[in-house]
């Protein structure tokens, strides 16, 4: 199956500071979903991307999709201590569109 | 707000019991996921179902572990018998067969002693 990678592994930001996940595949992706959980949580779905160069955006996060469908990156503007918890990308599987392999994640910690 | 519930929360155990997890999906919702998430491994999916039929169950140790969906209202993940590498959270989540969002319960953190 399909192996993602996501760097950093980890991140520790100032409240204010900008970040930013990538999410990369060894295999072309047909479309990857981005998911948060925050601590002791579970994850929550964010966005879901499609087409080749897709951008989308979510007020202060914009999430890209690579123009091959091999990588993806979620970037936060000016950090919040709400935005702390672990992103997790999860690309579907081409043969199996509803089957999601998620990421090692990037776990966020901001503080003020 | 409809959402994906999950029993019990926390479920502590000894070596070799039988443990029996419980989800109900989103009404309305025709696939039905189990997710385990350890520090580990991530988070790996160990079986879905479509409109109540297993489709995949090859992330799933076949021999101790087994995953049902009697009715649309309930799946089930049955571990038998426990072992302590079987301590985990897991997650069952719902959703549409096309690739759409998926919903998450709150987990199951189980520990096996």
């Known amino acids: 199956g399909q192996q993602v990678m996501q760097i950093p592994q980890y991140q520790h930001v100032q409240e204010g500071e900008d970040f930013t996940t990538y999410c990369n595949s060894s295999?072309?992706?047909?479309?990857i979903q981005w998911y948060k959980q925050r601590p002791g949580g579970h994850p929550v779905f964010l966005i879901q991307?499609?087409?080749?160069?897709e951008v989308k955006k979510q007020k202060r996060l914009t999430f890209q999709f690579g123009e091959a469908k091999k990588n993806s990156s979620l970037h936060i503007t000016a950090t919040q201590t709400t935005d702390v918890g672990t992103y997790f990308c999860?690309?579907?599987?081409?043969?199996?569109?509803?089957?999601?392999?998620f990421g090692t994640g990037t776990r966020l910690q901001v503080t003020l | 707000d409809a959402r994906v519930t999950q029993t019990p929360r926390h479920k502590v155990t000894e070596m070799g019991q039988e443990v029996t997890m419980r989800c109900q999906p989103i009404?309305?919702?025709?696939?039905v996921f189990w997710y385990r998430q350890t520090m580990m491994q991530g988070l790996e999916l160990l079986a879905y179902?479509?409109?109540?039929?297993?489709?995949?169950d090859s992330g799933m140790p076949k021999d101790r572990f087994s995953a049902e969906m009697p009715d649309a209202t309930l799946a089930t993940l049955k571990i038998q018998p426990s072992e302590p590498r079987d301590s985990a959270v897991y997650f069952c989540?719902?959703?549409?067969?096309?690739?759409?969002?998926?919903?998450f319960g709150p987990g199951t953190r189980l520990t096996v002693l």
């Open positions: 989540a719902s959703g549409f067969w096309s690739p759409s969002e998926q919903f």
């Open positions: 295999t072309t992706l047909s479309n």
């Open positions: 991307l499609v087409k080749s160069g």
């Open positions: 999860a690309p579907s599987d081409t043969g199996t569109a509803s089957k999601l392999t």
């Open positions: 009404l309305g919702h025709n696939t």
């Open positions: 179902f479509r409109n109540r039929a297993p489709l995949d």
